[in-house]
């Protein structure tokens, strides 16, 4: 008879158990998303979203804040999902990789769209059109273009189009890739390399920076045309409609413009306006 009980009792408790354990688990499961990007498109009140951490007037975190003209128009695809932004840094040899493992819902960092990307992700844009160009230290006269570069050494990113565009174009450069543009800045700063390349965008944002004013420059003789997009999951029709619906309405709203003048505004950058803002094409 004892033994009855407490075998009974047990199994009471034992259930009991299960079931704070279910709640607990359905609970923890309905937050902010921090099991994926998935879960925070499917209802979350978050969204995972993939930026810069590292590039002035783009996507910049300094402590537990963000800032720049990617992070603007990110902040604003999420409040137009009805969404708030958990931003992850989307590194440019890894946002492939992170759209397909579904680490974020979309990507917003300077993403040139290129025919071997689409391969693997889908674009909503462009919302943008830069050019590739040179930083330089400001009292170097000798590299005028990247026709000067040959013999010297020039810094560029792992897996951007930059570093893809020089290796095929120009052979006699000494190419140096780092995985943060940061570092190749503080390469050039100290001597170390001889220039920079990556988009004028970027560059003009770091050549704006209080601790390079007057130290270094952007050459100013583009080779490339850049069309940044967002990127979505390979063949995500939904998000990248609803990406796309947002960009048309920030441009058309006045807000794209207004986030050129305060972010892009430093450094001496002069837009191209024969080419911005450009038209977002329809989603595949």
Not at 86 to 110: C, D, M, N, P
Request: charge should be positive; include cysteine.
């Amino acid at each position: 008879m004892t033994i009855r009980r407490t075998t009974t009792a047990a199994a009471a408790i034992a259930l009991a158990a299960t079931s704070i354990a279910a709640c607990g688990s359905s609970s923890s499961s309905s937050g902010s998303g921090s099991s994926g990007a998935a879960s925070g498109a499917a209802g979350g009140e978050t969204i995972k979203v993939g930026i810069k951490f590292d590039q002035p007037g783009l996507g910049l975190k300094e402590g537990s804040s963000y800032s720049g003209f990617d992070v603007d128009l990110a902040k604003y695809i999420a409040k137009e999902m009805g969404k708030t932004p958990e931003f992850v840094e989307a590194v440019s040899a890894q946002r492939e990789a992170t759209l397909q493992a579904g680490k974020v819902a979309y990507i917003v960092g300077t993403y040139s769209i290129t025919d071997k990307r689409k391969e693997k992700v889908s674009f909503a844009g462009p919302y943008f059109v830069a050019g590739q160009d040179l930083l330089v230290r400001a009292d170097d006269t000798s590299i005028t273009g990247p026709d000067a570069l040959s013999g010297k050494k020039l810094c560029s990113v792992k897996g951007s189009t930059s570093a893809t565009k020089i290796k095929d174009q120009y052979p006699n450069v000494q190419l140096q890739e780092y995985d943060t543009y940061s570092k190749c800045v503080e390469a050039l700063s100290s001597g170390s390399i001889d220039a920079l390349s990556t988009d004028n965008t970027i560059l003009a944002g770091y050549a704006g920076q209080s601790q390079y004013q007057g130290k270094l420059k952007v050459v100013g003789k583009t080779f490339s045309t850049e069309n940044y997009g967002v990127g979505v999951k390979k063949g995500d029709t939904a998000t990248c409609q609803k990406v796309t619906d947002a960009i048309n309405k920030y441009i058309s709203s006045g807000e794209w413009q207004k986030a050129v003048d305060k972010n892009l505004g430093t450094g001496g950058f002069k837009v191209d306006t024969s080419k911005n803002p450009p038209k977002p094409a329809a989603c595949a």
